[in-house]
């Protein structure tokens, strides 16, 4: 709509991409729009709209071919990503299935793992989803207290995670918890927990303030056997494979905020054009232009840094707190853009039959999710001044060894 502001965007530059665009539109359009109300009602979608998303090949767009995947590189990912928000729904939940789960298990399961999840996650016909959080932590994930205890045929897992995204419709978890409880170095493993087993049950999806129509619940471990083939890359390296994986995750939030302030600007300015006041369109005054223009300027710098970041993905050479930048700054921008996209509907805004008022809804949480936007200050802080003080440390030994000399 406004193109000619945008610096040209290679990461998306191929006729694949067009034409994944376009799928995206055709899908949200016919599988997805049509059931909104119904699973806002449900706080779940249908899983035919998941076997529906798979049969158009977008699930695990990313994946290799080798396991059912697309085989494409994460630009296309991304730019799913950002469509599916540009256009509103949340659901179902694509990229915590495709780009955050699969990968965990084509990065570190086994073959006979690949084999078994990713070929049924491509087709939609096994949903998986990721447990870290717990009614007692969520930012400190160094204390969680969900265990499974080394039976010798099998780990016996008990706990309880909370807020799990897509939890409720997901066939397996991808369950972080510790395998040498109650010793000194506790040892963070990740099992592969499927839903069938005695002892895993769910909550009902909560009821939330946005992101309605995909569900978010609690699940419960209670003496789950889980079979000793299901845990996920070594015993004890959990936490370093959920730090290795993060950025993704922060880098797919970054960009779920870019898509849905450029849906937002798109929508304000149709709705300002057509809306009038004081006998001219509300987009007539010089306060309107300005404020959807101020939106569109903080949407194209922070746009450049995470293309950047998608580049630097596909390089595997995005850090954590390039990961946390991105993530932080585009969901503050975001939730000023949709704030004051908002704003000038009017009290239509309020109104959830208004695309914006579901939108706003929706990027609330932006600010919460993978990671608060303060742990990612924190994160980023902490390099800051590490590497100020290794510099002075560094300094300090040159001056003496100068002396000494
Ligand atoms: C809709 C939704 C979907 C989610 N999906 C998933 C999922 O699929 N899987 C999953 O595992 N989790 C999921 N989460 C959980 C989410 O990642 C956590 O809610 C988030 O990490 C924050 O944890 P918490 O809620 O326990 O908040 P807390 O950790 O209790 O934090 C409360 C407040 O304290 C602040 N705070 C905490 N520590 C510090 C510090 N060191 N310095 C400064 N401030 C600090 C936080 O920033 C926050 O403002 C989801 C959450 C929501 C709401």
Redesign the pocket.
């Known amino acids: 709509m406004y193109a000619d502001l945008h610096i040209k965007r290679d990461v998306y530059d191929t006729e694949e991409h067009q034409m994944l665009r376009e799928t995206v539109r055709d899908y949200v359009n016919q599988h997805v729009l049509p059931y909104r109300e119904e699973w806002e009602e449900q706080s779940c979608c249908s899983r035919e709209a998941w076997l529906k998303a798979g049969e158009l090949g977008l699930l695990n767009i990313s994946s290799s071919e080798k396991y059912g995947g697309g085989g494409l590189d994460f630009s296309f990912s991304a730019l799913l990503i950002e469509e599916m928000s540009k256009m509103g729904p949340d659901s179902p939940g694509i990229s915590?299935h495709s780009d955050i789960v699969a990968p965990y298990i084509e990065q570190y399961g086994t073959e006979e793992q690949k084999m078994h999840y990713l070929p049924k996650m491509a087709s939609g016909e096994l949903i998986g989803?990721?447990?870290?959080?717990e009614p007692s932590?969520?930012?400190?994930l160094q204390a969680i207290k969900t265990n499974a205890v080394d039976k010798g045929d099998y780990w016996l897992l008990n706990g309880s995670?909370?807020?799990?995204?897509?939890?409720y419709s997901s066939d397996f978890t991808l369950v972080?918890c510790k395998t040498r409880p109650g010793t000194e170095k506790e040892g963070v493993s990740l099992l592969l927990v499927d839903a069938s087993l005695d002892g895993f049950t769910k909550g009902k999806p909560?009821k939330?303030l946005g992101?309605k129509t995909s569900d978010?619940c609690e699940l419960f471990f209670e003496d789950v056997k889980v079979p000793k083939n299901r845990l996920l890359g070594q015993e004890g390296m959990g936490f370093i494979m959920m730090m290795t994986e993060l950025p993704r995750e922060r880098l797919t939030i970054a960009l779920q905020a870019i898509g849905s302030a450029e849906g937002a600007i798109e929508e304000v300015i149709k709705y300002t054009s057509q809306r009038t006041a004081f006998k001219q369109p509300i987009a007539g005054f010089q306060n309107t232009q300005f404020k959807v223009t101020e939106a569109a300027m903080k949407l194209q710098l922070n746009q450049c840094f995470v293309d950047k970041c998608t580049q630097l993905l596909q390089e595997h050479k995005l850090t954590a707190e390039q990961a946390s930048i991105a993530k932080c700054t585009s969901t503050d921008m975001q939730f000023e853009v949709l704030d004051q996209c908002l704003q000038l509907h009017g009290g239509y805004g309020f109104m959830w039959e208004y695309q914006i008022c579901r939108m706003f809804a929706d990027s609330r949480?932006s600010r919460?999710?993978?990671?608060?936007?303060?742990?990612m200050?924190?994160m980023v802080s902490r390099k800051l001044f590490n590497d100020y003080y290794a510099e002075l440390k560094a300094k300090r030994k040159a001056r003496k060894m100068a002396m000494s000399n």
């Open positions: 915590m989803s990721l447990g870290m959080t932590t969520g930012s400190d995670k909370t807020f799990i995204t897509i939890g972080a909560f939330k992101l978010t949480v919460i999710y993978g990671g608060t936007n303060e742990i200050k924190v």
